[in-house]
């Protein structure tokens, strides 16, 4: 049976209860195990598909239980309950090299931000941007996404560009949203993907 435990994470007036899990990945006959926080088993197993796209594994294994909690793994649990804010700056403590958060899993560095854009399914070889200037911030909100140098979507709210996708909006109409020229929204809306912050950071620290 999964662990249970009640949460500060609410929705409405309700506290929600969380279930723990324990997920093995394997890349290049090496494994590791990450904890995960999930509001149920559906929940749990999105999370692990999404982990395990963003740190390219070969094969994963969930099962109930808890894991000692990592840097990685609560950036992953921040991201699975969205808990970024738009305001504030949220800054990696972990591994840094050459002023670039970073992360040592599978016996090998990674950059933090591309593993964000790994689990948000967002291409990685494009353009990342980070807007807030601060160089440990790795908050979704404040990045920039952009497919290439010169793209012209240049601004723009990551939630609501998938929203716009998810909802049926013409092309016209996110457009117009955006500022742009709708050739641009047809040029680019298949696969750019986008999130802006506000311009008045505050920080905080993971």
């Avoid at 598909?49 to 239980?65: H, M, N, T």
């Avoid at 649990?77 to 700056?89: G, M, P, Q, S, T």
């Avoid at 931000?113 to 911030?137: A, F, T």
Wanted: aromatic content about 10%.
């Amino acid at each position: 049976m999964p662990n249970y435990s009640l949460n500060k994470l609410q929705s409405g007036s309700q506290t929600m209860s969380i279930e723990y899990y324990k997920l093995k990945l394997v890349k290049n006959n090496k494994e590791i195990e990450l904890g995960v926080s999930a509001l149920d088993a559906a929940h749990a197993q999105g999370q692990a598909l999404d982990i395990s796209r963003s740190l390219s594994a070969e094969k994963f294994e969930l099962g109930y239980g808890k894991a000692k909690q990592t840097r990685l793994s609560k950036l992953y649990e921040r991201l699975a309950f969205n808990d970024f804010d738009h305001r504030d700056c949220f800054e990696w403590t972990g591994s840094v090299t050459n002023k670039v958060p970073s992360t040592y899993v599978f016996g090998k560095r990674y950059y933090v931000r591309p593993l964000i854009l790994g689990y948000l399914d967002i291409e990685r070889d494009g353009v990342v941007k980070n807007q807030c200037k601060n160089h440990m911030c790795i908050n979704p909100y404040h990045n920039q996404y952009l497919k290439s140098r010169n793209s012209k979507l240049g601004s723009g709210d990551l939630q609501m560009l998938l929203a716009f996708r998810g909802q049926g909006v013409s092309a016209s109409q996110i457009a117009k949203a955006l500022n742009v020229h709708r050739s641009t929204i047809y040029r680019n809306l298949k696969h750019e993907r986008i999130s802006d912050g506000s311009q008045d950071y505050r920080r905080s620290k993971h």
